[in-house]
């Protein structure tokens, strides 16, 4: 697109994207009614495992949904019904402008960004799979607590047809389209050593974090094109049928030379806002989505 | 680090399936470049053709709630409002309001903005001398021939967009093509 166009969409976005992320078309009016309604005094949370937390909901509402509503406080409670809805939970925060997005975790993906207690979450997750369905997973985020330039990730995965989110952690520069199962290193930057006229010669950090984006911006255009052309049109249909296989994305794109940068999370002094547990019964009621 | 503090682009990279915004987003990029050619056709300035192809994709987004995908493509949905659009924008000079109007919601453009849309200005000259050739005929089927002969709507679309069904549609598109073409005998 030219630029014209192009600066014509993002002011679109900025003027009607929530608008937009409100609607629902036609086709999809019956399930309009139904979006996700938290039953304060119903939900329980899934004690023991670790940041993660599943709220069970009445049995009473079915259809696939997601709800992003500002609380009082002036943070944001994101709530999925299924795993599908992750697509429709991202729209709306990309049209609010927060810099938070759930990300699916997948095994065939190459972004190995996971903090080690997530990973541990969902192994527990996992072992407490099938107690019971439809359940519903929300999060709470704090825009105003995202640092320029970073990232709000909340880990997002499927165990036996029930949506899970993790606590959220930050990441440099953008959301990946999804994470590996397999734990992240630490986020710091590491001399690489390369072949420079005919010697073995190490990088400077400057120097390697440079090859790391650049590798990194190729990896995620591909990601990108795969991730559109994999997930077509439809936002339902899957979503709580396979536990944490990977079925969703299948992405197949080399992984970056210098993984090391992009497989990993920024610990410390920047608290993430969330666990996600426990603190639903206000979601309901907000919604200013 | 690629950074991503617009909303807009953040909407574009994150590119959600099944949303309304991803849909409406896909109608965008399908037809931005239609739209813009329908009011270059029409506007030699290139700050008119921007304020009055905004103002159509605007309106569309603010009533693309209502939009149904069975009633008719997104193309002759998007053309009808765009006619609306022009008609308002005429009415409006008419009245010389136009510049006060135009004031209020302008969005300024850079230097490389204009220059792409005089391209585009200057890309549809042709197109432009063919509308004004048609000024003679009625306003019903100087509009058919220029959604169908150059924009390349099907006359199913250019019906909808117009407002009349496809049978008078394909008359009035008959009568206009052979008028023309009487015409241009006669100036040979």
């Given at each position: 697109m030219s630029k014209f166009e192009d600066r014509l969409w993002r002011d679109l976005v900025r003027r009607h994207g929530a608008d937009l992320a409100d609607i629902t078309k036609p086709a999809d009016k019956r399930s309009r009614r139904a979006r996700p309604r938290l039953l304060a005094g119903t939900s329980v949370a899934l004690a023991g495992v670790g940041t993660a937390a599943v709220l069970l909901l009445s049995a009473a509402s079915s259809p696939p949904a997601f709800a992003v509503n500002r609380n009082s406080d002036g943070t944001y409670t994101v709530t999925l019904q299924k795993?599908?809805?992750?697509?429709?939970?991202?729209?709306?925060?990309?049209?609010?402008?927060?810099?938070?997005?759930?990300?699916?975790?997948?095994?065939?993906?190459?972004?190995?960004?996971?903090?080690?207690?997530?990973?541990?979450a969902m192994a527990l997750a996992r072992s407490m799979a099938g107690k019971a369905a439809p359940q519903v997973a929300t999060a709470r985020?704090?825009?105003?607590?995202?640092?320029?330039?970073?990232?709000?990730?909340?880990?997002?995965?499927?165990?036996?047809?029930?949506?899970?989110?993790?606590?959220?952690?930050?990441?440099?520069?953008?959301?990946?389209?999804?994470?590996?199962?397999?734990?992240?290193?630490?986020?710091e930057v590491?001399?690489?050593?390369?072949?420079?006229?005919?010697?073995?010669?190490?990088?400077?950090?400057?120097?390697?974090?440079?090859?790391?984006?650049?590798?990194?911006?190729t990896f995620r255009a591909a990601v990108?094109?795969?991730?559109?052309?994999?997930?077509?049109?439809?936002?339902?249909?899957?979503?709580?049928?396979?536990?944490?296989?990977?079925?969703?994305?299948?992405?197949?794109?080399?992984?970056p030379a210098a993984t090391w940068t992009v497989g990993c999370y920024v610990h410390g002094n920047h608290p993430p806002v969330t666990p996600n547990s426990g603190n639903s019964g206000n979601s309901g009621t907000s919604g200013n989505s | 680090m690629v950074r991503d503090s617009d909303p807009g682009s953040a909407a574009l990279s994150t590119g959600p399936s099944g949303s309304a915004l991803a849909e409406f987003e896909q109608i965008y990029r399908q037809n931005i470049d239609v739209v813009t050619a329908y009011f270059a056709r029409r506007c030699a300035e290139p700050q008119v053709v921007?304020?009055?192809?905004?103002?159509?994709?605007?309106?569309?987004?603010?009533?693309f709630g209502s939009f149904d995908p069975r009633r008719g493509t997104p193309r002759a949905w998007l053309f009808g409002i765009a006619a609306h659009v022009f008609a308002g924008h005429c009415a409006q000079t008419a009245n010389g309001?136009?510049?006060?109007?135009?004031?209020?919601?302008?969005?300024?453009?850079?230097?490389?903005?204009?220059?792409?849309?005089?391209?585009?200005?200057?890309?549809?000259?042709?197109?432009?001398?063919?509308?004004?050739?048609?000024?003679?005929?009625?306003?019903?089927?100087?509009?058919?021939?220029?959604?169908?002969?150059?924009?390349?709507?099907t006359p199913k679309e250019a019906a909808m967009a117009?407002?009349?069904?496809?049978?008078?549609?394909?008359?009035?598109?008959?009568r206009a093509r052979a008028r023309l073409r009487k015409e241009h005998q006669g100036d040979e």
């Open positions: 795993f599908a809805a992750i697509h429709g939970a991202n729209a709306k925060l990309a049209a609010l402008g927060i810099r938070a997005r759930l990300v699916e975790v997948t095994q065939g993906c190459q972004v190995k960004a996971l903090p080690p207690a997530a990973v541990h985020l704090d825009p105003g607590k995202i640092p320029p330039g970073q990232f709000q990730v909340i880990p997002t995965y499927n165990v036996a047809g029930t949506v899970h989110v993790d606590k959220a952690h930050l990441m440099q520069g953008q959301a990946p389209a999804c994470f590996s199962t397999v734990v992240a290193p630490p986020c590491r001399p690489m050593t390369v072949l420079r006229n005919g010697h073995l010669t190490q990088l400077t950090p400057a120097e390697a974090r440079k090859r790391a984006e650049q590798a990194l911006a990108g094109r795969q991730h559109t052309t994999s997930t077509g049109s439809g936002n339902s249909g899957n979503s709580g049928n396979s536990g944490n296989s990977g079925a969703s994305t299948g992405i197949q794109v080399p992984a | 921007a304020d009055l192809t905004s103002e159509t994709f605007v309106r569309a987004a603010g009533a309001r136009d510049v006060v109007a135009r004031l209020a919601q302008r969005r300024s453009l850079d230097s490389d903005e204009i220059e792409e849309l005089a391209a585009k200005i200057d890309a549809e000259r042709a197109g432009r001398e063919l509308i004004e050739r048609c000024s003679q005929l009625p306003e019903l089927e100087r509009a058919a021939v220029e959604l169908v002969d150059l924009a390349g709507l117009l407002g009349v069904s496809r049978v008078v549609l394909r008359k009035r598109l008959s």
